[in-house]
């Protein structure tokens, strides 16, 4: 295992655009950096299921299996549309809102996360594909093992990446919303969010 190769290129896949940064930069920006950071920990949490199916094969299952590919897809893009429906009822009470405080809102929080990593199955396919790279056949650490420690580290650095663009994301945030005004957009545009990339992820194979 190169770790550091490893790491790197974890630290820039992590800050590429795509559905996971896009999500905790929308839930930073619209309910402030601790429910971004809430959010980020529970696709994180997610994250542990894909590197484990990944090192038990069990992704193999998945993508050699067209119907239950199309279920799990199906299942997190309906889930997402939901997301976005729920957003756009509940969108004039939503930015900067929530009680952290209420471990049930926390709970809720996390668990969406959690929901919207395991449900998206190309999550799973990507570290099948991805780990293997880095793993090393000649070592006296079983490839399996080396696979679980590759996806301990790139949790590690999402959670750290994730961290500082929900800190970055709720500074450069926070003024603007204070005006009704923009508000109102970033409401509708975390509503939007949710609800493209929920229709992307059903209409496309």
């Given amino acids: 295992m190169n770790i550091i190769e490893f790491a790197i290129a974890s630290i820039?896949?992590?800050?590429m655009p795509g559905p996971d940064i896009i999500f905790v930069i929308t839930q930073s920006v619209t309910q402030g950096k601790k429910s971004g950071i809430i959010f980020a920990f529970g696709l994180c949490t997610g994250l542990i299921f894909h590197t484990s199916a990944a090192a038990l094969g069990i992704s193999l299952i998945l993508y050699n299996s067209a119907t239950l590919f199309q279920i799990v897809k199906y299942l997190g893009a309906t889930y997402l549309i939901y997301l976005g429906i729920m957003a756009i009822i509940h969108r004039k009470?939503?930015?900067?809102?929530?009680?952290?405080?209420?471990?049930?809102?926390?709970?809720?929080l996390y668990s969406r996360g959690i929901l919207m990593n395991i449900l998206n199955p190309k999550v799973s396919l990507f570290f099948l594909a991805f780990l293997p790279q880095f793993v090393n056949t000649d070592s006296m650490i079983k490839a399996t093992n080396q696979m679980l420690i590759?996806?301990?580290?790139?949790?590690?650095?999402?959670?750290?990446?994730?961290t500082l663009v929900s800190i970055l994301a709720d500074k450069l945030a926070h003024?603007?919303?204070?005006?009704?005004?923009?508000?109102?957009?970033?409401?509708?545009?975390?509503?939007?969010?949710?609800?493209?990339?929920g229709i992307?992820?059903?209409?496309?194979n």
């Fill in 12 to 15: 820039l896949l992590t800050l």
């Fill in 175 to 197: 003024r603007l919303v204070k005006n009704p005004k923009i508000s109102k957009i970033v409401a509708w545009t975390k509503a939007l969010v949710f609800l493209v990339i």
């Fill in 93 to 108: 009470k939503e930015v900067f809102d929530l009680d952290l405080s209420n471990k049930k809102v926390t709970k809720r």
């Fill in 200 to 204: 992307e992820i059903a209409i496309n």
């Fill in 150 to 162: 590759l996806g301990i580290i790139f949790i590690v650095q999402a959670i750290i990446v994730f």
